[in-house]
């Protein structure tokens, strides 16, 4: 077991031997977790780790993330707690890190601004956001992005969008190191046009997409056909390993349908990847980060 007990001289909240933070509900113990609440005690946190030479991460609301059940013997420093949104005018938001994607869509419907509506529902972090490049119905998060405030060799750092190398749910910021901040510009629109098609995209996903403890989707679509359309046909809806099971409403959508280990979950994501590989000669990539 790593000695992390050096990170108690942070200055910040330290929660040593923490449980789990997958929103799978899944997962052992991470060995400390910290929570900066400003871009400084994140770059103080980093610092003071790699001097140690500790293993670490850097996570969001974990909604993205299974953590193995073995636990991770190492430090999560967690952008969640990282507030503050500010306009600057002319559809301009500078957002913090832990400012979650529904609020920011929220404040930007309050502020008639368009251009995010259909990443409402998404229940991650804007930091994760960005890393991830989330997106959905055709919009990635990276269409709106002008920069993003990394904290990395010991400074915070303005990143243009071109040096992040965004692509489909993919980024180089885990390369690089935490998100602390990021800068949108959105268009200015009619509110009301705005709310209806936040309504629609909503309604769009519930009638889709199941609700219960899950990660979203498992897989990223390939060559622009969803993994579900795979995993689908190869017969699997209703598959179950343990206590996580293929979703009967979209197959790329695995459900802890009761005390799901994370082995369940990659025993049975495992198994649809085989399947999809052995029936139609498709190599399913996880969308899911597995810690
Ligand atoms: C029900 C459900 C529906 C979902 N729907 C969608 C969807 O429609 N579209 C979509 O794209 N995703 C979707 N997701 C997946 C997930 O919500 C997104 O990927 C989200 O952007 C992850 O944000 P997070 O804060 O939870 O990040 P985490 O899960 O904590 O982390 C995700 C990745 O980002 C990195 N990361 C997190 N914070 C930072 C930071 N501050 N700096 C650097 N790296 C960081 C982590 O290291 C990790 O690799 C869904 C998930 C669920 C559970």
């Not at 400003?38 to 780790?49: G, N, P, Q, Y």
């Not at 509506?117 to 998404?122: A, D, P, T």
């Not at 343990?242 to 799901?260: E, L, R």
């Amino acid at each position: 077991m790593t000695d992390l007990n050096f990170l108690s001289s942070l200055g910040c909240k330290v929660i040593f031997d923490h449980p789990s933070l997958s929103a799978f509900n899944s997962g052992g113990n991470i060995g400390a977790v910290i929570y900066p609440a400003t871009a400084d005690e994140v770059l103080k946190a980093m610092r003071l780790l790699e001097k140690e030479g500790a293993p670490y991460r850097i996570l969001g609301n974990c909604t993205n993330v299974l953590i193995r059940d073995e636990g991770y013997d190492g430090a999560v420093i967690c952008t969640r707690y990282l507030c503050g949104i500010e306009a600057s005018g002319e559809g301009r938001l500078h957002i913090a890190a832990g400012e979650s994607m529904p609020k920011l869509c929220k404040l930007s419907l309050e502020g008639s601004l368009s251009g995010i509506e259909g990443l409402c529902s998404i229940p991650g972090t804007v930091g994760g956001g960005v890393a991830m490049n989330c997106g959905a119905f055709g919009r990635e998060f990276c269409d709106v992005i002008e920069y993003v405030d990394i904290a990395v060799d010991g400074r915070i750092e303005r990143c243009a969008t071109e040096r992040l190398n965004f692509g489909y749910r993919t980024s180089d910021v885990g390369k690089l190191g935490a998100v602390v901040a990021a800068g949108i510009k959105l268009a200015h629109g009619n509110k009301h046009d705005i709310a209806k098609d936040i309504k629609g995209y909503k309604l769009a996903r519930l009638r889709s997409q199941p609700q219960g403890v899950s990660l979203g989707s498992v897989f990223k679509q390939v060559d622009g056909v969803s993994a579900g359309y795979y995993i689908d046909k190869a017969g699997l809806k209703g598959k179950q390993i343990g206590g996580a099971v293929i979703s009967q409403k979209h197959a790329n959508f695995i459900m802890n349908a009761g005390g799901a280990t994370s082995s369940d979950f990659l025993d049975l994501g495992n198994y649809a990847r085989q399947e999809v590989d052995k029936q139609f000669g498709v190599k399913l990539k996880y969308e899911v980060d597995v810690v």
